[in-house]
């Protein structure tokens, strides 16, 4: 699936700071809850998805927008400290860094209000004015929570230097057709896709129906995630499941982005789309099984290890 000699890969996408409280039960309006243990981790999409490909043995950049307070040093600290090359991070002394508040419930659900802060201001200009990272990239990979404009330029750019480019369309938010046809692959869950397509996402005849809705709209590889594994709908093939691993999961925060993030390590890497889907089940896996996002990511040869007879070398 790559187009290039390279092995980088180029992750854009938002940086943030997670405070986490994990309590019995959510608060209603006007009430206070007790929590039972509180964390503090860095997080947004854009920068665990870096680190979880970083942790994989992947060569990565990251681009992203942070303000100059405690919580920007925190996450670009963090990041940097996992092997992600932090250099083109831009940081604004205007608008604050992104916070996300978490609270986290027993079954390991979680609710989650994200204050993006410079993640929103993060410009198509700015992008352009990296654009020799995409000259030198393999694999793109961006998500939704920095503005729409600028994910449609990452795109463009993406396919201009032919990458692969692939897309985690979360959160769900109105998006453009050229957002989806300069997509090579995207990876939504089943509520992000039944937004996109405007369909059901219960069963697996419809997952196929609405996933060809979005290969309708020029995306050529669709995987649609789910708690029991990952439905892969291609051009012209029928869906094809890949089932995940059963562990006993505390926190569900992250799951996603550590299988986009291993997803892009091994199609980087040279494997084909099935090794690198069944790669990314155990990478997700393994990652619920531990509180909060980048605490959770596995290093490459926990992922190997896990399950030795798998051919994921």
């Known amino acids: ?12 996408g938002s940086t943030v700071t997670d405070l986490v409280s994990k309590t019995s039960r959510l608060p209603v309006k006007g009430q206070t809850t007790l929590g039972e243990k509180f964390f503090m981790a860095p ?6 998805q870096a680190v979880a490909v970083a942790r994989l043995n992947g060569d990565v950049s990251f681009v992203s927008k942070t303000g ?15 092997g992600v090359d932090t250099s083109n991070i831009i940081r604004d002394e205007e608008i604050h ?6 609270c986290l419930l027993k079954d390991g659900d979680n609710a989650i209000i994200m204050n993006p802060g410079a993640n929103m201001a993060l410009d198509v200009k700015e992008i352009e ?9 393999a694999v793109v990979l961006v998500q939704l929570e920095i503005p729409v404009e600028t994910v449609e330029k990452i795109l463009v750019l993406g396919k201009k230097y032919e990458c ?19 997509s ?6 089943e509520h992000e896709l039944e937004t996109y397509a405007k369909c059901p996402t219960g069963t697996l005849e419809e997952i196929y129906r609405a996933s060809c809705v979005m290969i309708e709209k020029g995306v050529r590889h669709v995987i ?46 040279g494997k084909n789309l099935h090794e690198a889907i069944k790669f990314a089940n155990l990478a997700a896996g393994i990652s619920v099984k531990k509180y909060g996002a980048m605490p959770s990511f596995a290093d490459y040869d926990a992922v190997v290890n896990f399950n030795p007879d798998l051919d994921l070398v």
Request: proline content about 3%; glycine content about 10%.
């Open 164 to 182: 692969l480019t692939i897309l985690d369309p979360a959160p769900a938010i109105d998006l453009s057709g050229d957002v989806f046809l300069n």
């Open 184 to 189: 090579d692959i995207i990876t939504p869950n």
């Open 97 to 102: 860094s992104g916070v996300s508040l978490i």
């Open 129 to 137: 004015n990296l654009e020799f990272l995409f000259r030198m990239s």
């Open 224 to 269: 649609c995630t789910k708690s029991e594994g990952a439905y892969l709908t291609s051009r012209g093939n029928e869906i094809i499941f890949f089932p995940g691993i059963k562990v006993n999961a505390v926190d569900t925060t992250g799951a996603g982005d550590a299988f986009a993030g291993a997803l892009a390590s091994r199609l980087a890497g």
């Open 68 to 82: 100059t307070d405690y919580f920007g040093d925190f996450v670009i600290e963090n990041i940097k400290n996992s």
């Open 1 to 12: 699936m790559i187009r290039k000699d390279s092995r980088k890969i180029l992750v854009i």
């Open 43 to 48: 997080g947004g999409k854009g920068a665990n």
